[in-house]
């Protein structure tokens, strides 16, 4: 059996681990990898012919893990895509809007040029639609051959609906090798999602770092912090808090978290927008699969109602009612897209608030290097708007309690589930080098045999 990390190898996006055995190539995960200005370019060459592959699992939607799919088909790929139903549709809407991110970009660059400069889309819809035909979804905790002597396990993760650890089974000269693929692990107690569940002993393990070195904030609940900032912003001053939040995952935790302060009558009523077409469509899947919701959240269902409505909420639809938001002068929320503010509807929320003393952005995930979310975050007193530079009189926030990833301590206490005589090693991926070395450190510590692979590094398992 043959390892191959050809993604998220010392950095976060952009995973992609092959196996092989008896000549039988599995691809676990075909994510974009954007470190890069030139992520398009790079993206659209495979290290591997990808006619090759015979199957693709999928750990889960988001698109450093599913974003590169469509372009595996259009370079060749022939085969199934394994993944859980929940990520089936919710990697749908992903990437059909990374198509419209991708065109958006095309028609910046082409205007008033050739239409021939710069990188064309790396894939259409049409490419999108044929990879959703190649899905076949498995329901966690089921046992699925592949093929003989290759078996599947979805196990739940948490982190986002529908995200799962591949644990397979695989018969080798006689022999049982079982390998598990983390993908991204959740916290536990996270809004709507259920606990990681422990994974099942195996002689090799590939686990994601990204918080290694990092604990979450434990002093405070996201209910006690929303409420502290909604109070000041919102109740004591007449102002408006914008909260940047990725459209899939982030915003259905944070509604449902504002659904309970309010319905609780923690605060008066304040309205609230949620502004981003594709944060309904994903409610409307988390609404599809909700016997997958955690206990608490079935628990609300059942007692209040729809946890994603309420009577303080809106959802806005088209480009002229989030427009007209910035007519409307009393204090209010703002929920929209996209979290780290490279695009989308929230930057026209920003364009008309980023001067307004009354205002409070909240950010509650992380902003990559170079985007304009770092930059406020970092606090630069003028960030370029339309076009515009424009002073920063708004007060910026950040909290990491809506963080879906599980922190320094989780991702030990995953690898502890594990015996360290029978784990033969740990493969650490999709994380910073101080993440990975600071996380590499404890595992070793705690006697287990840890690599950090380079890309394109080769192991036989």
Same mark, same amino acid.
Request: charged content about 30%; aromatic content about 18%; glycine content about 4%.
């Given at each position: 059996m043959k390892l191959t990390i050809w993604g998220a190898a010392k950095q976060v996006t952009g995973s992609m681990h092959l196996l092989q055995s008896h000549?039988?190539?599995?691809?676990?995960?075909?994510?974009? %990898?954007?470190?890069?200005?030139?992520?398009?370019?790079? =993206?659209?060459? +495979?290290?591997?012919?990808?006619a090759t592959i015979d199957v693709v699992i999928l750990t889960h939607a988001h698109i450093d893990h599913s974003g590169n799919l469509p372009t595996l088909l259009r370079m060749g790929f022939n085969g199934q895509i394994l993944c859980t139903p929940p990520t089936?549709?919710?990697t749908e809407l992903l990437l059909m809007d990374s198509v419209n991110v991708f065109l958006s970009k095309q028609n910046k660059r082409t205007r008033g040029k050739r239409a021939s400069s710069g990188p064309k889309p790396l894939y259409l819809h049409k490419h999108v639609m044929d990879?959703?035909?190649?899905?076949?979804?498995?329901?966690? %905790?089921?046992?699925?051959?592949?093929?003989?002597?290759? =078996?599947?396990? +979805?196990?739940?993760?948490g982190h986002l609906l529908g995200a799962a650890a591949v644990v397979l089974s695989i018969q080798e000269d006689g022999q049982e090798?079982?390998?598990?693929?983390?993908g991204d692990i959740g916290r536990k107690n996270y809004p709507v999602l259920v606990d990681p569940q422990p994974i099942p002993e195996v002689d090799y393990l590939v686990s994601e770092s990204t918080y290694g070195g990092r604990l979450h904030s434990k002093d405070t609940t996201i209910e006690q912090k929303l409420v502290e900032t909604i109070n000041e912003t919102c109740i004591k001053f007449p102002g408006r808090l914008i909260i940047p939040a990725f459209s899939i995952g982030r915003t259905q935790a944070l509604v449902y978290s504002l659904n309970k302060i309010f319905s609780e009558g923690l605060l008066p009523p304040v309205k609230i927008f949620v502004d981003s077409p594709l944060a309904s469509f994903a409610t409307d899947v988390y609404r599809k699969h909700h016997h997958l919701l955690n206990e608490e959240s079935q628990d609300f269902y059942n007692r209040k109602g729809d946890e994603f409505e309420f009577e303080e909420l809106s959802y806005v639809q088209d480009k002229r009612e989030s427009i007209s938001i910035s007519n409307y002068h009393e204090p209010c929320i703002i929920i929209s897209s996209a979290g780290m503010l490279e695009g989308g509807r929230i930057q026209d929320h920003l364009y008309h608030n980023i001067q307004n003393y009354y205002c409070t952005i909240l950010f509650i995930g992380y902003c990559a290097k170079g985007t304009l979310g770092n930059r406020l975050l970092r606090g630069d007193p003028i960030v370029r708007l339309r076009h515009r530079d424009l002073m920063v009189f708004a007060t910026i926030k950040q909290t990491d309690l809506l963080s879906g990833h599980g922190d320094h301590d989780d991702l030990l206490n995953t690898v502890k589930q594990q015996q360290p005589q029978t784990l033969k090693k740990v493969f650490l991926v999709h994380g910073e080098s101080k993440s990975l070395e600071s996380l590499s450190a404890a595992i070793t510590a705690s006697g287990y045999s840890v690599c950090i692979p380079e890309k394109g590094e080769v192991f036989e398992l």
């Open positions: 000549n039988y190539s599995i691809l676990i995960d075909c994510g974009l %990898d954007y470190e890069k200005e030139t992520y398009q370019e790079e =993206n659209q060459y +495979f290290p591997f012919d990808p089936a549709d919710l990879t959703v035909d190649r899905f076949v979804t498995i329901a966690f %905790d089921k046992d699925f051959t592949i093929k003989e002597g290759i =078996n599947l396990r +979805f196990i739940p993760v090798k079982r390998i598990a693929f983390t």
